[in-house]
């Protein structure tokens, strides 16, 4: 582990924390615990080390939110597998090739990509109200493991930042889910694409285990307590909460682009 002050790894464990909580009502918590590392770790290491160590500590709070939501919320485990075995190999694929695409000439797209959504979700307060009736097409189930699963999972280990609120709104649609089903559905999936994007991390020798570990107790803890209060508060506040992240995300990316 590099050579970090004590107050340094209390700020990071308390966004590991922060983050986790963010992932489990709707995603997008590598939105603060990326450049927490990024900021937070010395000049010397090298950039890839910070996003290795981000999938480490991410994948356990995904794990322990979506057991969490697995355990009382109506989620179909069996599709969800399909789809996070799909992201898993997605996530791995684009982990291999992040080094040849430039991320700066992506953040544009998914900024416009992001302000439309946040457009339907304020215009359209019906969606992801409440699950649509009956049983879910095959064809449907099909578009869900390609976007969902292949298409984000790739894009979550090229690039990242959104990867699970793009998840949540995939599958609302496609599977006509209610936002805290799709939500719960969307760790699932999460876990499989940091699966895939930390095996390659792993192999490149890119990840710091000990302070992974250290950060992952705190994300694991944030990330049940969002899945119990998301739980709670039912679909509605899950779409304030995207709403919100939503907008953070445009900014922050807007900010890494022009500022």
């Known amino acids: 582990m590099p050579d970090i002050s004590t107050t340094m790894i209390i700020v990071l464990c308390v966004a590991a924390a922060a983050a986790g909580w963010i992932d489990a009502v709707v995603g997008g918590g590598g939105l603060l615990l990326l450049p927490a590392l990024l900021l937070g770790l010395p000049a010397n290491v090298p950039h890839t080390h910070a996003l290795g160590t981000n999938k480490a500590v991410a994948i356990v709070g995904t794990t322990g939110a979506a057991i969490t939501f697995a355990r009382k919320a109506p989620v179909d485990v069996r599709i969800a597998l399909r789809i996070g075995l799909a992201a898993m190999a997605g996530a791995a694929g684009g982990a291999v090739l992040a080094g040849f695409f430039s991320k700066e ?7 416009v990509v992001l302000l439309l959504v946040a457009a339907f979700v304020i215009f359209k307060p019906s969606f992801g109200a409440a699950p ?14 390609l976007l969902a699963g292949v298409g984000i999972g790739f894009y979550d280990g090229l690039i990242g930042p959104g990867t699970g609120t793009f998840l949540v709104l995939s599958l609302t649609g496609l599977l006509r889910l209610d936002l805290l089903t799709a939500s719960a559905t969307a760790k699932i999936v999460n876990a499989g694409t940091n699966a895939g994007a930390l095996a390659v991390f792993a192999y490149q020798g890119a990840v710091m285990w000990r302070l992974a570990a250290l950060m992952a107790v705190f994300n694991l803890a944030g990330g049940m307590a969002g899945a119990r209060l998301a739980l709670k508060k039912g ?3 899950v779409r304030m ?6 907008c953070a995300l445009v900014l922050k990316l807007g900010w890494e682009q022009w500022a």
């Open 241 to 246: 909460v995207l709403l919100t992240v939503v």
């Open 105 to 111: 000439a992506m953040i544009p797209v998914v900024m």
């Open 132 to 145: 649509a009736t009956g049983p879910v097409t095959r064809q449907r189930i099909v578009a869900a493991i």
């Open 235 to 237: 679909s509605g506040f």
